[in-house]
């Protein structure tokens, strides 16, 4: 089976949101700049830290800056994954005036929910370092968000699990039921993706012991561990290491600042962690205007 490419549609959905972005803020025109700013003055457009944390979305603010005015020069002076401490300069973006305060909005927008994604996810990440696991962001992000969310996942040092409903088979309890139970779930899912010439893993989640057994048999790619306490984690790590150690583990339920160290020593692969973006606390970041 050929491996799916997904490049080209993660890069439509990054082109399309920005310009979304942009259209919804300014529709036929910044009235209180074409009001107020001479069309021929020019300056830079300096946005700095105003807290500490983890930069991300140096390049989407670059992307919203030229969809404003190709005319615009932007230079960072921090890369994505980078810490900053407040009051440090991120970047400069030289050009009209009229053009930096239309794109101003919008370019601090997408940094600051991204920056603050990172600055959580970093966290996240530093607490199990000592360990082999690893942060995995989910689908809960903001509508029309998902690319930015998970990009800055991935720049604070986690990883993505599926995109979407398309590149990833992950059976859960609904599909489970419906299905007759775990084993049919899996056999089915590998039979539909044979039949369609599909190269994705297949993940299943499973809620007690009796369905990772049975699981384990069956050889998905990643079993799901969800809402198991520690012993229960510890225990399946061992049944499932004796059993079939080329399956991957991924804990998720209850998943903390408290707990994910202790979820990360059972010995799972993967630790899934909602608040990542569906509790977003943005940077604090802020532009202001220094005149040629």
């Known amino acids: 089976m050929k491996e799916r490419d997904f490049q080209n549609f993660f890069d439509l959905c990054r082109a399309r949101s ?76 030289r050009g009209g005036v009229a053009s930096l305060l239309v794109a101003e909005r919008t370019a601090l927008n997408f940094m600051q929910r991204m920056s603050g994604i990172a600055t959580r996810t970093r966290v996240f990440a530093e607490k199990i370092a000592h360990t082999g696991a690893r942060i995995l962001d989910t689908r809960k992000t903001a509508p029309g968000l998902r690319y930015f969310d998970k990009e800055a996942v991935k720049i604070g040092g986690g990883r993505n699990h599926r995109f979407g409903l398309f590149d990833l088979v ?61 012993d229960g984690l510890r225990e399946a790590v061992a049944l499932a290491r004796t059993h079939s150690p080329e399956i991957l583990l991924e804990a998720s339920g209850n998943v903390g600042l408290q707990t994910v160290a202790h979820i990360a020593e059972t010995g799972v692969d ?16 802020s532009m202001t205007i220094q005149f040629d």
């Open 270 to 285: 993967f630790i899934s962690v909602g608040e990542l973006t569906h509790s977003v606390t943005a940077l604090d970041l």
């Open 170 to 230: 992950l059976i859960k309890d609904n599909h489970i039921d419906a299905a007759g139970g775990v084993v049919p779930a899996i056999e089915r899912a590998r039979r539909y993706l044979a039949d369609k010439g599909i190269d994705v893993k297949i993940e299943v989640e499973v809620r007690s012991a009796g369905e990772l057994q049975a699981a384990l048999g069956a050889v998905p790619d990643i079993v799901l561990l969800d809402n198991f306490s520690l």
């Open 18 to 93: 920005i310009m979304q972005a942009l259209e919804e803020d300014r529709y036929d025109g910044d009235l209180t700049t074409m009001a107020t700013i001479d069309p021929v003055q020019r300056g830079r457009g300096v946005i700095c830290a105003k807290a500490d944390g983890i930069i991300a979305g140096i390049g989407v603010a670059q992307e919203v800056f030229r969809g404003i005015d190709s005319g615009i020069a932007v230079t960072p002076f921090i890369a994505d994954g980078e810490r900053v401490s407040a009051g440090v300069t991120v970047l400069e973006a």
